[in-house]
């Protein structure tokens, strides 16, 4: 449901399009906020209830196929909730702590578990370097 | 819609159709000059009549019938086609530039980030060109600097990153307006367990000043 805590155990995925990948590697402006974006855009893997990691990717692979126009070097980023909420909480400066909530997207393209990392801010390149260190697992967004 | 592009340093940005590009292979400012000179916009004024006897704009500006509003349309897009040319100018600068290391890859990457932003939204104008400016002027102000991954930010801007060991972490945004900010990760000499974290805002010319104290030129520069 809308506004719903994502648990810690829990994992989100993150899209990285094309020009955030170097080398083949996410660079920290993936998890960058773009101007008047008030969270970063992320899909909660656990509410898709499907068997496996990567029938959650391919669910995921599916859905942003249909929303986007996916870069040939995209990928999709593998974080856990409480990883990323414990890294930013004890090493960023300000002792931000992150939020991760429910927030499912419904129109043209239904994209029922999206979710959204909050309370970052638009010059928080530090944090989005923290994060960058907690990304557990990358896939391509093509198969 | 952009043609499928490959980005290659040598080749010119693709950004309307072929048929307006300039030698492939070739990328000099005379290309840019022909190339601009080549590109008329789409300003053709036509209308007809359709069978409510209502006006119908089928090409050039829709919906638009205040002629100031018009000039303002032509402004904005002069405006992007003179940021284009210097877009483009700033890359071939950094590729033909002497001083500047790995200008060759530099300018690559640059063209490749440009391409696939504006993949990402055909609208944009793939990489903010004082931001561009900005790290051009960084390179030339430290001819020494080891080649650096480079990202572009949700808004385009220049991001680039110098990795060490996978402990030693130097980032640096170069924003439109001349500054820049860094994040610098380093271990804590004391604490090889602990990380010490810096970040801030400074201009290019006093980024060097700011951030040599911490050790980071020894690891970004040759």
């Known amino acids: 449901m809308k506004g719903d805590t994502i648990p810690d155990q829990h994992h989100v995925a993150r899209l990285c399009d094309n020009k955030h990948i170097d080398g083949g590697f996410i660079q920290a402006t993936a998890f960058m906020l ?73 129109g043209t393209v239904n994209d029922p578990s999206h979710s959204g990392i909050y309370n970052l801010k638009h010059d928080d390149e530090l944090i989005a370097e923290l994060i960058l260190e907690t990304v557990q697992e990358t896939y391509p967004t093509r198969k | 819609m952009p043609e499928a592009s490959t980005a290659y340093g040598d080749k010119f940005i693709d950004y309307y159709s072929a048929g307006r590009q300039p030698h492939p292979g070739v990328w000099s400012p005379r290309d840019i000059q022909n190339y601009c000179e080549s590109y008329i916009p789409e300003r053709k004024y036509v209308t007809s009549v359709n069978t409510e006897n209502s006006e119908v704009y089928t090409r050039g500006w829709p919906d638009k019938k205040d002629p100031f509003t018009q000039a303002d349309l032509l402004d904005s897009e002069e405006d992007r086609i003179q940021q284009l040319i210097q877009i483009q100018q700033l890359i071939y600068q950094i590729k033909t530039s002497p001083i500047i290391l790995y200008r060759e890859r530099i300018a690559n990457r640059l063209v490749t980030l440009f391409n696939d932003a504006k993949e990402e939204d055909f609208a944009n104008l793939g990489i903010v060109v004082g931001s561009l400016r900005n790290f051009h002027n960084f390179f030339q102000l430290h001819t020494d600097l080891k080649c650096a991954t480079i990202s572009l930010t949700p808004d385009n801007n220049i991001y680039a990153s110098w990795r060490v060991d996978q402990k030693k972490v130097f980032s640096v945004l170069f924003l439109p307006n001349g500054d820049t900010r860094f994040v610098i990760f380093k271990p804590n000499d004391l604490h090889p367990e602990r990380q010490i974290r810096i970040s801030g805002t400074t201009t290019t010319d006093m980024l060097k000043a700011e951030v040599a104290p911490h050790g980071v030129w020894d690891w970004i520069s040759e």
Not at chain 1, 34 to 40: H, T, V
Not at chain 1, 82 to 94: A, C, F, I, M
């Open chain 1, 34 to 106: 773009r101007s008047g974006e008030e969270s970063l855009s992320v899909n909660w893997l656990e509410f898709l209830n499907c068997s496996c990691r990567e029938s959650e990717i391919d669910e995921l692979r599916n859905t942003y196929s249909r929303k986007l126009k996916l870069g040939a070097k995209a990928k999709i980023a593998v974080l856990t909730v409480g990883e990323v909420r414990e890294k930013v909480l004890t090493e960023s400066p300000d002792r931000r702590n992150l939020k991760a909530l429910h927030d499912p997207q419904y």
